[in-house]
């Protein structure tokens, strides 16, 4: 069973950056897709970002295009989301995902997923 352990999430003001990260404890972590996730109080998990095994593809929410990037370093076990320009909407708790399938978007698909990082952006 893959074990995620997220970090990087804070209170940052509108406008800011931050960069979530996500190191994985599997032998095999260049075989998963990886995903990132979010959950706003009071509302469902939704699919963020996520990344083929090599890197490629990736795919991200309409909502965050132009403004996140995920990536990953398969030699650190890491997966990364590079968190820009950030609106106070983008508040949640970010779940890091791991997928032992093919390239997939889908939350049901994700099979281990870490505790979440919160992540407040003020106005």
């Known amino acids: 069973q893959v074990q995620l352990v997220e970090s990087g999430g804070g209170l940052v003001q509108a406008g800011g950056s931050l960069r979530l990260s996500c190191v994985a404890s599997?032998?095999?972590?260049?075989?998963?897709?990886m995903g990132w996730f979010r959950q706003a109080p009071g509302k469902e998990r939704e699919f963020v970002a996520a990344i083929g095994w090599s890197g490629r593809p990736t795919s991200h929410v309409d909502s965050v295009k132009g403004r996140f990037t995920i990536s990953r370093d398969n030699a650190k076990n890491t997966v990364y989301l590079q968190m820009n320009s950030l609106k106070p909407e983008d508040t949640a708790v970010y779940y890091c995902?791991?997928?032992?399938?093919?390239?997939?978007?889908?939350?049901?698909?994700?099979?281990?997923w870490g505790q979440g990082t919160q992540v407040t952006v003020s106005s």
């Open positions: 995902a791991a997928a032992p399938f093919s390239f997939t978007t889908v939350r049901t698909q994700y099979s281990a």
């Open positions: 599997t032998r095999t972590f260049s075989s998963y897709t």
